[in-house]
């Protein structure tokens, strides 16, 4: 089974023996600090507005893409990759390629635990995502533990691209964000996103 085929969070953590939270706010008193968005940033967003936006496949390209390259040119200890596979051979339902996925270690061809961040694209609503990310989020912790890098906290989003909406795997927990962040207040989402790579620094 493709991840893509986990259409409910309720279903996917009674499977796997998992709570599910979506009353929490998950960044509440922590110390997330705008983060200004370079100028190349800033222009490829502009020029994207140029490009026909409809599909998920061109939002993710022209307009997650270049978020990811400014987190990568920010942390250079980084790794991410767009589109490889992650399937877990004792799980055959986990198994599939998620969009994005963060990786702890630099300049890497294939992909190596630490996986502390996973990135689902969707065309419309992020909630249509939140099962898929969540069988991601689980199946990268079983990634990390079978490469003793057993990082209990895991974290992910699901966006339209305007839209983002963060969950965390914790514990026996998958937490999904009650708050949404949005690409029109830019230096608060790099700054989210800052805040999880700093975690793992």
Known sequence: MAYSKFSSVTKFCNQYRLEQNTTSNLFL??????????????????????????????????????????LKRKNPSITFFSGFSLSIETEPDLNGNPDYI?????????????IFCLFESKNKAPDEGFAQCAAEMYAA???????????ETIYG?????????????????????????FL???PKLLGILQFIVNQYK
């Open 29 to 70: 008193n922590k110390s997330i600090e705008l983060e200004i968005p370079s100028q190349r940033l800033v222009e490829d967003l502009e020029e994207a507005k140029t490009f026909p936006l409809y599909t998920e496949k061109a939002k993710a390209e022209l307009l997650i893409t270049p978020i990811m390259r400014e």
């Open 102 to 114: 963060l990786s702890a270690k630099p300049d890497i061809i294939e992909i190596q635990a630490p």
């Open 141 to 151: 912790r079983l990634f990390n533990q079978e490469n003793n890098e057993p990082y």
């Open 157 to 181: 989003a699901v966006t339209n691209a305007y839209d983002w909406v963060f969950l965390k795997l914790e514990g026996n927990t998958v937490y999904i964000d009650k708050e949404r962040y």
């Open 184 to 186: 029109n207040e830019l």
